[in-house]
C-alpha cells in the first residue's frame, strides 16, 4: 500500500483555465478571455515539453509570460507590457476543482503523506495552492524546475520525487491529471493514478496507469476500501 502520495498540481489539483476570471478584466468579454486562457495553457504545455527536449531549459513565471504573450497574439489581442505582466503575476488565482480539497482530506485522514512535485517554482506553487485552498493538506512542496532543471515528463522529475518522497519507491503513489505525464511516472517504475477527468481515451502503446479514475476523490475512496480489505485480511 503506498504511503507518500506524489502529486502534481497545474491540473491535477488546480484549474489552470479558470485564470480567465483575471484576463476578462483587461479584455472585457469572456469569450475571449476562455480562448485565451485555453491557448495560453495549450502552449504553455508544448513548451515546457520544447525546452525540456532541448535541453534549453527556461525557468518560470518568464516562459509562463512567454506562452501569454503567443496566445494574446494568436488571438490578436492587444496589450499594453504592463497589462501582461500583472496577468501573469496573477497566475495564482487558480481554482481547485471542485471536488479536490474535500479529497485532500480524506487522504490525509487516510494516514497519507502528501507531497507536490510539479514543475512551477516553489513560491507560484505555494501561491496558488494558498489560493485554491489546497496548501494546508500538502506536506511539502517540490519544484521540478528549480531542483531539476527539467519539466515532466523528464526522468529526472520522477527521480526527484522519489529521492524526496521519505518512503521506499514501492510505496509511492504518483497521481496526476495527465495522461502523459502518468505513462511517464509508470515507465519509472512508479504506481500512478491519473485522474482523467476529461474522460480521454487511453493511449494504446503499452502502459497501463495502476488507478484511472474520474476525479480525486473517485480515488480517495478506492484506496480506503483498499486499505479496509487489506486491514480485513490481516
Known amino acids: 500500500m503506498a504511503k507518500t502520495l506524489l ?19 483587461y479584455v472585457f468579454e469572456s469569450h475571449i478571455a476562455q480562448n485565451v486562457a485555453q491557448d495560453w495553457r495549450f502552449q504553455h504545455k508544448w513548451a515546457m515539453f520544447h525546452v525540456t527536449l532541448s535541453d534549453n531549459f527556461v525557468p518560470h513565471p518568464g516562459l509562463n509570460e512567454a506562452c501569454l504573450r503567443w496566445a494574446l497574439d494568436f488571438h490578436n489581442v492587444t496589450l499594453s507590457d504592463e497589462e501582461i505582466k500583472e496577468i501573469n503575476g496573477q497566475y495564482h488565482k487558480l481554482r481547485a476543482y471542485p471536488d479536490v480539497v474535500e479529497a485532500l482530506k480524506d487522504l490525509k485522514d487516510q494516514g497519507y503523506v502528501i507531497k507536490i512535485v510539479a514543475n ?12 485554491a485552498g489546497t496548501l494546508p493538506h500538502i506536506d511539502e512542496i517540490i519544484s521540478s524546475g528549480e531542483e531539476a532543471k527539467a519539466f515532466k515528463p523528464s526522468p529526472k522529475v ?36 491519473w485522474t482523467n477527468r476529461q474522460q480521454q481515451p487511453k493511449l494504446q502503446i503499452g502502459i497501463e496507469p495502476t488507478y484511472t479514475t474520474k476525479h480525486l476523490q473517485h480515488l480517495a475512496d478506492i484506496l480506503r476500501a483498499e486499505n479496509a480489505a487489506g486491514k480485513a485480511a490481516e
Open 120 to 131: 512551477p517554482t516553489k513560491q507560484m506553487i505555494e501561491d496558488h495552492s494558498r489560493f
Open 158 to 193: 520522477y527521480e526527484l520525487g522519489i529521492a524526496r518522497a521519505g518512503c521506499p519507491k514501492e510505496d509511492i503513489l504518483w497521481v496526476t491529471g495527465h495522461q502523459w505525464e502518468a505513462y511517464g511516472a509508470v515507465r519509472q517504475g512508479l504506481r500512478v493514478a
Open 7 to 25: 502529486f502534481d498540481t497545474w491540473g491535477t489539483l488546480v484549474d489552470n483555465y479558470s485564470i480567465a476570471d483575471v484576463i476578462e478584466q
